[in-house]
């Protein structure tokens, strides 16, 4: 009775450890599975990570070159307001040779034949002295309206100019908004990294804990039976 007892006990003894390495296996599956997930979801967010750098990298080369074209578009038109300055210096000039011209041509034709006879070695003289006078009078007011006509041009060149800016910085502006949204985007990803790779560590040190276990109750089986 004595070695029956003993041999039960010894079954039992078995019987128990089968039940609990079958219960490990279980259990090391479900972490080797766990394991792969975590695994490729460190995968999936080291990818997303290294596409979000690329993107801030990205917007900040736009932030880089939209404030260069700003910074241009701006000496442009500080030189645009130069060449309107300097064409509004000419149309006064301009104008005031007009008048000039004017007074010059008026007095001129204020003259009497006579006046004009007397004034002059003759009247050959007198009439080549009031065409010359409005010859002189038409080309400044040709190149008044050229002068006018190209600070019109000017002007219009400015404002577009000018319009542009405006949407530069509201461009510039978007730019910034969406790199810090990506800086904060990343930051979610990075810590989300960060405890995934801390839950890797430890599955992993729990698989070698369970596979150790595991280990240990079938060598205490090899040696119930011998």
Not at 17 to 40: C, F, P, R, S, W
Not at 60 to 76: C, F, P, Q, V, W
Not at 101 to 113: F, G, H, I, K, Q
Not at 120 to 126: L, T, V, Y
Request: proline fraction near 0%; aromatic fraction near 4%; charge should be positive.
């Amino acid at each position: 009775f004595a070695h029956a007892d003993t041999a039960k006990e010894l079954q039992q003894q078995i019987d128990d450890h089968a039940a609990q390495i079958e219960a490990l296996d279980k259990e090391i599956a479900n972490y080797t599975k766990q394991l792969v997930e975590v695994g490729n979801q460190k995968q999936t967010l080291q990818t997303t990570l290294k596409q979000l750098d690329l993107s801030r990298q990205k917007i900040g080369a736009d932030i880089s070159r939209t404030e260069n074209t700003i910074a241009k578009t701006h000496l442009e038109i500080i030189k645009l307001a130069g060449n309107i300055s300097d064409k509004e210096a000419a149309i006064r000039t301009g104008t005031a040779g007009i008048a000039a011209s004017l007074r010059s041509a008026n007095r001129v034709e204020s003259e009497t034949m006579l006046e004009s006879f007397l004034a002059h070695k003759s009247i050959a003289e007198a009439w080549n002295d009031l065409d010359t006078s409005q010859q002189i009078r038409s080309a400044l007011g040709d190149q008044l309206v050229m002068l006018s006509l190209a600070k019109s041009s000017l002007v219009s060149t400015k404002t577009a100019t000018e319009a542009k800016k405006k949407d530069l910085v509201t461009y510039q502006t978007d730019l910034k908004g969406q790199k810090v949204a990506l800086d904060i985007n990343r930051k979610e990803k990075a810590d989300l990294l960060a405890q995934t790779k801390s839950q890797e560590t430890n599955y992993q040190k729990i698989l070698a804990a369970k596979k150790a276990a595991k280990a240990q109750f079938e060598k205490a089986d090899r040696k119930s039976v011998v």
